[in-house]
């Protein structure tokens, strides 16, 4: 019997992004004019929301083996991506019960009452009823083993007592996923992840708290909640006693993922305004789109984009087909990519001048909510100093695992051929132990033999290998420190983040541009030319070549999609 065909990310997000419509058209429910008058006034989208539990997109956040449609993470990516690029407070406040349920889907379901929970929670979300993930807590930021929230056993069960803060949902959710002290003592082994239904509570065991206002992202719940000993069932437990910080750790490996998502549809919302804007706007007889400096511009930007996109959907096919590699690349990912898209963003604002701070014009007004949004991006789920600690803390065998045993072409297909579905998550294989070395980087030698056979620009690939090299020579001098460590660390991460970000554009590339056809993003490595010349650039080897930049606005306005993920599909940009 033939396996069945299965969908692909690329063709999921095209059909979602048809069912929304155009969202210049009011007739649509997810237009432009509703998610800006939500923001004036900062109301959530609820009728928005409400329209993409109709068309299903809950089922997206929920394994399939749970009877949702999440199977490979590069859909769920994709998605969001789509929601994202129209409105990034929907896509947070919607997305979130997707980080809401990730500490139930990381943990390994080693016995029946683990698989019964995991099912009703499925259900639950299927439902459409939103579900938060309740870490942080007033005065405590990004440490997790500071948490004063306790679950005190009683009754065969646990009663709940404290505060979470600055909690995403924390007022519109059902459930409540949150962390708590169950051991005094606390410490690594002192914390546990519960489900706290408010929907059976009793109404005086929890209060929610007021949404605070927000700079950006301004209609969302970002409230909290506290709890008064509040009664949850032993079954409530996610795991056993004691392993909530494990379990938040798996479940970040998850979650982080998602939030490069988001910023990836924050730079095309922002891209096509800048396209629009140079096609339209004319000035002393000539429109923009004439002037050499700024197509100039704006393909730099558009490279800037086709560089995250590498990234992200290397990483986010990790997920399930490399799993045991997220220990490196899921902090390499949110550290790299809402950071460059900021950037990237904040390249569009110059592109728009004056129109970059006007709310009041039609389409042009949208770009300071854009960029309002996205600011948020970069402290979802550990910042991105988090994040980079993460990386440094693993410096040691990164540096033991380069450059390893030779890593075939082959074995990088089923993270960089998008025509290849990847398979289910098996939480089982999710690692907090770091990786010896990381597999992109790895497969970097080989791959620059076949870019140079393919005809691609090898001399680039071949320049990031040497550059990749040094990096890791430098990653084996480090010396940890437990406390205050140099600024030099965070520098050194960001360098290997460039390398790991160039390696995935030059595995990308050479597993898809067959299929592009005669795509002139694809022809003869393009994109992935400019992409090189910009990371070696920034990693200090090179200088920059803005040639490159050129010829990649010029393919976009031959009529291409404005994106590298979906090779050989045109679109109007």
Same mark, same amino acid.
């Given at each position: ?22 969202p ?13 008058a ?35 993470f ?14 990034l ?8 019960t ?71 949902n ?16 606390g ?41 008064d ?19 938040v ?21 922002a ?20 002037? %050499?400096?700024?197509?100039? #511009? &704006?393909? @730099? !930007?558009?490279?800037?984009?086709? =560089?995250?996109?590498? *990234?992200?959907? /290397? ?30 963003i ?45 990386l ?10 380069? %450059?390893?045993?030779?890593? #075939? &072409?082959? @074995? !990088?297909?089923?993270?960089?051929? =998008?025509?290849?579905? *990847?398979?289910? /998550? ?11 070395g ?17 005809g ?77 010349t910009?990371? /070696? ?37």
């Amino acid at each position: 019997m033939a396996a069945p065909t299965l969908p692909l990310a690329a063709d999921v997000a095209r059909q979602l992004d048809e069912w929304l419509g155009d969202p210049d058209d009011p007739g649509v429910v997810f237009n432009h004019a509703r998610v800006t008058a939500a923001d004036e006034i900062e109301a959530f989208p609820d009728e928005i929301c409400d329209h993409l539990d109709q068309l299903g997109l809950p089922a997206h956040y929920v394994p399939v083996a749970y009877g949702g449609e999440l199977r490979g993470f590069d859909t769920l990516a994709q998605v969001l991506r789509v929601i994202a690029r129209r409105d990034l407070t929907t896509a947070i406040g919607h997305g979130k019960t997707f980080l809401g349920g990730a500490s139930v889907w990381a943990r390994p379901l080693r016995d029946e009452a683990a698989r019964v929970q995991a099912r009703t929670l499925a259900a639950t979300i299927l439902a459409g009823v939103p579900v938060c993930w309740a870490l942080t807590e007033p005065g405590h930021g990004s440490d997790l083993l500071a948490g004063e929230v306790t679950a005190v056993r009683h009754d065969g069960g646990y009663r709940v007592t404290g505060t979470k803060w600055l909690i995403n949902n924390a007022t519109r959710a059902g459930v409540v996923c949150l962390l708590a002290r169950t051991d005094a003592d606390g410490g690594p082994r002192g914390f546990t992840v519960l489900l706290a239904d408010k929907r059976t509570l009793p109404a005086d065991s929890y209060r929610c708290l007021p949404k605070e206002p927000t700079h950006g992202i301004r209609g969302a719940d970002i409230s909290g909640i506290t709890f008064d000993d509040a009664p949850v069932p032993a079954a409530a437990l996610v795991g056993a006693p004691g392993t909530g910080l494990e379990t938040v750790l798996r479940a970040l490996q998850l979650t982080r993922t998602a939030c490069a998502a988001l910023s990836l549809g924050a730079a095309d919302h922002a891209l096509a305004l800048v396209r629009r804007y140079l096609t339209e706007r004319r000035l002393y007889g000539r429109r923009l789109a004439d002037v %050499p400096y700024l197509r100039r #511009g &704006v393909g @730099r !930007l558009h490279t800037m984009l086709f =560089l995250a996109e590498a *990234v992200t959907a /290397l990483v986010t096919r990790a997920v399930t087909a490399e799993t045991e590699e997220m220990g490196v690349l899921a902090p390499v990912l949110k550290a790299f990519v809402p950071e460059l898209v900021d950037e990237l963003i904040s390249g569009c604002g110059e592109q728009l001048g004056a129109r970059a701070f006007l709310t009041g014009i039609p389409d042009y007004g949208r770009f300071q909510k854009i960029e309002r949004d996205h600011r948020i991006v970069g402290i979802f789920d550990g910042s991105t100093p988090v994040n980079r600690n993460a990386l440094i803390n693993q410096f040691p065998q990164l540096a033991r695992g380069w %450059p390893g045993e030779p890593v #075939g &072409v082959a @074995r !990088l297909r089923s993270l960089a051929d =998008l025509g290849v579905p *990847v398979p289910e /998550l098996d939480p089982d294989r999710i690692s907090l132990a770091g990786a010896r070395g990381c597999l992109p980087l790895r497969g970097l030698a080989e791959a620059v033999v076949a870019v140079r056979a393919a005809g691609g620009p090898w001399a680039r690939a071949e320049a990031l290998l040497t550059a990749t090299d040094q990096v890791h020579t430098d990653l084996a001098g480090y010396r940890p420190r437990p406390y205050d460590v140099e600024p030099d660390a965070y520098d050194l991460a960001h360098r290997y983040e460039l390398c790991v970000a160039g390696a995935s554009a030059v595995h990308l590339w050479l597993h898809n541009h067959r299929q592009a056809g005669a795509d002139p993003l694809w022809t003869g490595g393009l994109w992935l030319d400019a992409v090189l010349t910009w990371v /070696l650039y920034r990693l200090g080897v090179a200088p920059d070549h803005p040639d490159n930049y050129d010829q990649v606005y010029a393919s976009l306005v031959a009529g291409r999609r404005p994106s590298v993920l979906d090779p050989g599909v045109t679109e109007e940009a």
